[in-house]
């Protein structure tokens, strides 16, 4: 039994509480907030659990294994990394943390220190990304030709993080899951609609060596909400609605075959193929039960995990390299030559 | 009763030739294709149209005041120029010329001989978008925060020109209907999915002096087909789903209110505002007859046609910045210094 | 090639007209309208046609094989039987008479010339249905359990029929088509809504031996359009919406299973299944120029068409039981009894 | 503060607990199940509350001023005659008992005590319902002409009570909820397509003096969840779609305009008017806190509640009515003759 400390009761917290409780291989022994109501809700809804103030003290339990950080992101590396240092394994809510050299630190720690760091990615975990990524995976798909996704919806506007800390990193954590290729390069647009406020809208472009674009578009000022990504692939196409109370995933057997034509090699006849829809059932399991019982058993085996810190540090490089891409008016940023610098 | 002649009786000639047809103020008197089986076509459709092979036919006959170019985008220039110097009226598909270049010397040939010059930018004249236009000028939504539209399905791929010229120049002319205010930078990215094909996807962003942006998502290879445009402004928020049978158009009375906090006027306090939504009733009158009814309007008074050869311009100028950002991954073409230069 | 004449140039004749002359086995030699305004669009549309203004004129004409009558209901009749005792072969619009007396008549005269009576069941032939009837018939549904329809808008408001004749004989001529099995039951319940008007809502069931129930939903009173039918079965589940333009039938791998329990016999098991949900591609072509494909082959061949004038008659006699419920409160009338008084 | 006793924690009776204890006029001080690991539950979630096995205990409790009873309806009647007779107040699950004359009993025992008995016919306080009751109430919709409900989904098959009891029970409340007229006929027709089970569809139609007619379409088995009910009106139509996400009620603008002929009285012209549509924003405060803040209010005042014992008594006449009919294989019957006759 992994005796977990949660770090921050506010929005997530609690769901994060409620999941180490019902999972079968963890045990909740702690919880901590600064804020004093948010320590009686969850003494009242965890009795047993020790409400405390700090990290300091969860570290101070002797019970604690684990503990699973649910606080703002600018409040993520200190506690993740005095966590580490304590010889506690770590999940942190995403994104990891609020720069790419913290991330680093991170990961460092936790390789030396051999325990585990995971980054809570939930969407990873969904069975709609989960059977995304087995339909891709197993080449019903094909080659992957584009991921466009749109994320919008009248959303609480955020006075810290742009729109794209807060939406695209779902998507970027996404890609991380479906496919193992890594971007070259990317752009972003993005406008503020409020003001003195970060961005509310952006779009963002990814490229990749094998052809393969993502396209983002996230905005926090929609009069509906939408939450569609369409995947192309060169035998198959995906549209992921994941408002759709049953049918979220529907693969499209549709598409385009090029014919060599013999006698003008260089004229490509173009055939369209329009064939069957078909929507797999898909598991109600709950994708943050899912996590943690892979964080659980990652603990256990010393396996490491599906969205581990490097994932978590991969996703941040990109919501970096967004920003600066943001501030010079959408100009494309090469990742390659900054991998090669770095 | 004005003489028609139409060029072209491919794909959308037969559309303008029934149109100008059923025009009260318009007569079509002749029909040029290349093609003897259009041209058997037409002469089966419309009894008593004499079917000529080229423009030249047209401009012959004495009988033509005006004509309607409906070739491929490559073959407009040249009869248009013809038509204009034999004192014909003139009226070509979109976008009205492959290059602005072309463009201009249409302007201004038009303009020197006091001929009507318009193009055929037919969703500016279909009910919904006349319908936005009004609620915009209207002052019913406020300051223009965005327009975001994605126009993707398994379409035709085609062997000269890319999406953009195909299916992002109805977003753009549909711009030049709804606001007056000029785009400032343009951004545009792109792939293709078919080797030795123009581009089949692309993602155009616009950005204005006010702070408006326009995005544009464009793909000849979606598995489903959308046409959606999101519009938001200062006070309300618009949804158009042009495929939606008969509530194309809802405005959304949501947004957000930003109230000034006396004590420390750094910090603005956000509101959410979610009211009714409502779906104005739309005209059911065809977008063409409205255009070509117009296009007899403006041959007989003199007036200035709502989508001119310089809207047609304008339009062709954002096409050329499109694919000039293309062509540099996606670089943002600041449209301001290109005006200045000019 | 197969000489038709066309009775009645309104709504429906122009369509008929178009399609006996684009199948390659016939060629329409004549129409006939009373009314002068329908003949000479009917002049304009077919050049060499001949345009009359009776069933008499047609059948004078030496070249007409087969008669296609597209009058109102109450005028199908006499000139169908004057087309036989002619010896045409004969199409009639659904419903093909306004009492099952006409409609044995027409069956009987037709049988005992050998000459083919089809009545216009166009559903019959439309590619949705077809499938519905190969699924059905291939055993992939198991066994039907019910068929469930709504069919409501607004609609033009007829005066002499009620919304039973007008919208309800669709789904009796698709159960038709579906499955062999006859009602051994029929209850209506029906309202109108306005004055002096034939009723504008109905409710129609019917009960089959095998404890299939049928179920249609009619009304021309209603805010929105729906075409939609839910067919249950024992293995399957089918939903058409015939509004949606792509994926017009979904089969859903769901049901119930019941599993006997050794120890309690009068207890059953029932165990929920969920599984995938698949949308057949369906053809594109039209269900007119499919019938009429079908109509010549049977003229040519002396095959008993799929929608013959037995057919016909079963869907009328329907109508009529479905009237005398309806006049009764909606007490349900016993079929079986009716057949063996019969 | 009014002290509650929770009758019944299995699936609805912890929605009870948790209303009745964020409800700031009432407290739970006791919940009684038979089934000791409900009473677990109980205890978990509610700790101070006492956890007891019977209403007799629940009625021992002096702190205990109100019942509320979640069993399955055959344990509706002695609990809450018990309750009534021991002087408290009582709200009953729907539907109110499994018989009127149950019912009856219920509802004279409150009277001659004084006391409050009330029947949670939630959806009769969803902001939705209380929407259409307002916009019927104000004469926006004009004479009520229908309301045409569709209830369906892949649901728990009952092994006591038909569907009708479970799901046509709901539009019976909705009805109660909307207008005062009460129906003067009633038919129904079922089928059971489970062996030994009872019925798992039906068709449920009423007709009320004034012309209106209420049709209610409910299934067990059908592949899709369906929550629309359209109602027609003489001014306007709205459609209720309780599954849409925000726009669940949408009023639409359209209808039928009948003008009198001055020259032919008997010929009436028949206008069809199709207009704006509107979405009413909706409250999203949660039905059942509402009804229980009702609830207590009552109780407080002495006033009626709006879901009294009568109207739970006249939903089970209805449903009483409706099974009779069934029975006779959807004979009508004449509900003013058995208001008559009793």
Known sequence: MIGIGVLGYGYWGPNLARCFGECEQTRVVAIADFDQAARDRAA?????VTAVATMAELLDDPR???VAIATPVHAHFE?????LRAGRHVLVEKPITTSSGEASRL???AARRGLTLMVDHTFAFTPAVQKIAELVGGGEIGALHYYDSTRVNLGIVQSDVSVVWDLAVHDLAILEAITPERPVAIAAQAASHLAQRPETMAFVTLHFASGMVAHINVNWLAPVKVRRTLI????RMI???DLEPSEKIKVYDKGVTLTGDRDAAHRLRVGYRSGDMWAPRLATTEALATEIDHFAACIASGRTPLTDGLAGLRVVE?????????????????????????
Do not use: F, N, Y
């Not at 990109?318 to 770095?342: C, F, N, T, V, Y």
């Open 239 to 241: 549209v992921w609605d």
């Open 318 to 342: 990109l919501l970096e390299s967004a920003h600066w891409s943001m501030r010079q008016g959408g100009r494309p940023i090469d990742l390659s030559l900054e991998r090669k610098a770095s």
């Open 79 to 83: 506690p993740a990394l005095a966590a």
């Open 44 to 48: 009242r809804r965890h009795p047993g």
């Open 107 to 109: 990961v460092d720690e």
């Open 232 to 235: 192309g692939g060169s035998k």
């Open 64 to 66: 604690v294994d684990a």
